[in-house]
C-alpha cells in the first residue's frame, strides 16, 4: 500500500547503522509497505546512499533551520532535540498510517498486520508498564496533531527527557481507553527485559517478531569477528546491560551480510 509506510530515524552515522539493518530486515520479510528514514543533516554521504538503496525515501530533517513550528519551539527547549527530530513523523501527511520504529529495532517476521491498528497503538514499556514503549508505535501524520505535540512538549517539556515522556503525557489515556492500542509485547520485545523474567522468555520468547535494543549499549558498540561469527566484548552477565546475544548474532549477521559489503 502506497499511503502506508514504516518509518524510522537516523541522526548520525551510527544510529544509520541500525536504521539499514531495520530496513533490511522488513525486506527480508516482505513488507508491502513503504519505508521512510528521517536522517539528520549530518549523516554521512555513504550512509545516505546505502539507505536510498533501502529505504523509498530519505527525508533529510534539519529543524534547526526549518522555520517551522518545531524550530520555534526548539529554541525554547535545546535540551529536546532529537526527541523534536523524532515527532516530526507526524508531518508525513502523504501518508494515511504509519508505523514508527527505532532505529535500534529488529524485525524478525512480517508485521504489516500492526497497520490495522489505530493510533496510537503501542507496547507497554518494560520499566513501567502504565506507560507504553516509544520504540515502536502505530500513528496517523497530521498537521494539527504535530502543531498540539510541539505545543504540548515546548509547554511541558518531557518527564523523561525524551520522546517517550512527552508522547505518554500526550496521549494519556492509552493506558486505560482502548485495550486494541495495547501492542503486545511481542512487538517491542526490549532486549534487556529478558533477564528481569526468564520464565516468560523461556515459554514465550519464541513468538516475538520485533526486538528493540532499548539502553545505552547498541548492536553497534559491540565488534564482531566476521570470520568465526561471533560477537565481541559480549560477557553474558546478566543484569550487566548486556544484549541478548542470540538477537545480538542476528543483528550482526544481517549487518555483516546485508550492509556491509555494499558499504565498503
Ligand atoms: N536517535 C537518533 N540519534 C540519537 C539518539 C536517538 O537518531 O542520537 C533516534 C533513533 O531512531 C533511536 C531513537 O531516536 O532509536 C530513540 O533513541 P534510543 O533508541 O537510543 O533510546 P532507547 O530506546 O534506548 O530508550
Ligand atoms: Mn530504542
Known amino acids: ?9 537516523a541522526t548520525n552515522d551510527n544510529y544509520a547503522k541500525g536504521a539499514m539493518v531495520l530496513g533490511r530486515s522488513l525486506r527480508n520479510h516482505n513488507t508491502t509497505k513503504q519505508l521512510v528514514v528521517l536522517i539528520g543533516p549530518h549523516v554521512a554521504e555513504p550512509c545516505r546512499a546505502m539507505l536510498s538503496s533501502i529505504y523509498d525515501e530519505v527525508c533529510v530533517v534539519d529543524i534547526l533551520d526549518s522555520g517551522d513550528t518545531a524550530h520555534l519551539a526548539l529554541m525554547k527547549r535545546p535540551d529536546l532535540g532529537v526527541t523534536f527530530t523524532k515527532l516530526h513523523c507526524w508531518t508525513l501527511t502523504h501518508y494515511t498510517k504509519c508505523v514508527f520504529m527505532d532505529a535500534d529495532t529488529l524485525v524478525l517476521s512480517n508485521i504489516d498486520e500492526l497497520f490495522e491498528r489505530e493510533e496510537l497503538s503501542a507496547a507497554p514499556d518494560p520499566g513501567w508498564p502504565d506507560c507504553f514503549n516509544s520504540g515502536v508505535f502505530v500513528f496517523k501524520p497530521s498537521n494539527e496533531t504535530y502543531r498540539s505535540l510541539m505545543t504540548h512538549c515546548t509547554e511541558n517539556g518531557s518527564f523523561d527527557g525524551g520522546d517517550q515522556g512527552v508522547l505518554n503525557s500526550f496521549f494519556n489515556t ?34 516475538a517478531k520485533v526486538v528493540h535494543f532499548l539502553g545505552k549499549v547498541k548492536p553497534w558498540s559491540y565488534s564482531y569477528d566476521t570470520q568465526t561469527g561471533k ?28 550492509v556491509l559489503p555494499a558499504l565498503r
Open 174 to 207: 492509552w493506558s486505560t481507553a482502548d485495550i486494541s492500542k495495547h501492542l503486545p509485547f511481542i512487538y517491542n520485545l526490549s532486549s534487556t527485559a529478558i533477564y528481569t523474567y526468564l520464565p516468560a522468555f523461556k515459554q514465550y520468547g519464541h513468538e
Open 1 to 9: 500500500m502506497a499511503d502506508q509506510a514504516y518509518v524510522t530515524l
Open 231 to 258: 560477537v565481541k566484548g559480549h560477557t553474558l552477565t546478566p543484569g550487566s546491560g548486556d544484549l541478548h546475544p542470540d538477537f545480538l548474532v542476528q543483528w550482526w549477521n544481517l549487518y555483516s551480510s546485508g
